[in-house]
């Protein structure tokens, strides 16, 4: 506290980034017991210290800036926490996290989970037990994000409960395989020829073992073919 109070801002900052570990996960009752600190506020601003824990007490006008500023580990309890300061968390919060995010109207959260995407999936987005009824579009998008981890994806396929109705959704043809393979593709004569079209004319091992499944034969037995 009399560092905060008394000393100079540049003697503070270096401080701060000599231990920043230290107050990113010690600070959290900083704002709850001296609110509205905006000497406080401009150092960690200025050195974009990431708060991993927080007093649920904090006023809510400093919970605002730590959400609107980005300065706040990506974890589940802190983005429940922050979030439900701002606005009310439906159970879609729970069931359809990443479509939340999309569609809550914070850009500057959505870009914040977007370049740390893999942090997010693995502390947030798998640690929620409902997160499994992602709606398609952010689903496909999700699966079609070029920086996250290839083993996360598959992780978020075989949790996912909802099936990619449109193959062609999916760029990657190795994304495509991880929902075959999972069986989280929609049966259609459509979805086939569009994987067959991405591997080069030939039906992939994935495929063929797809095909093999006798609920999946079943489902394309009973649709006529049309290309």
Request: hydrophobic share 35%.
């Amino acid at each position: 506290e009399l560092i905060i109070k008394y000393a100079n801002p540049e003697d503070i900052k270096k401080i701060f980034e000599e231990n920043e570990p230290y107050f990113s996960s010690h600070c959290e009752n900083y704002f709850f017991e001296y609110p509205k600190n905006e000497k406080f506020k401009k150092i960690i601003y200025d050195l974009n210290i990431k708060f991993s824990k927080i007093n649920p007490n904090t006023p809510d006008e400093d919970l605002k800036f730590l959400l609107d500023k980005n300065l706040f580990e990506l974890n589940k309890n802190m983005l429940g926490l922050l979030l439900s300061k701002r606005m009310q968390l439906s159970e879609n919060y729970k069931k359809s996290n990443y479509h939340f995010i999309l569609s809550c109207g914070l850009p500057s959260l959505e870009k914040y989970i977007l370049e740390n995407i893999n942090t997010y999936v693995q502390e947030i987005y798998l640690k929620l037990e409902k997160n499994t009824d992602e709606p398609e579009d952010s689903y496909t998008k999700l699966l079609n994000t070029p920086n996250l981890q290839i083993e996360l994806k598959n992780r978020i396929i075989q949790k996912e409960k909802n099936m990619i109705t449109n193959l062609s959704n999916i760029s990657d043809k190795n994304i495509q395989d991880l929902l075959l393979k999972n069986k989280k593709v929609l049966p259609s004569w459509e979805n086939i020829n569009k994987n067959f079209i991405l591997n080069e004319h030939i039906l992939s091992k994935t495929m063929i073992n797809y095909l093999n499944t006798i609920e999946i034969a079943e489902k394309l037995c009973n649709e006529k073919i049309q290309f």
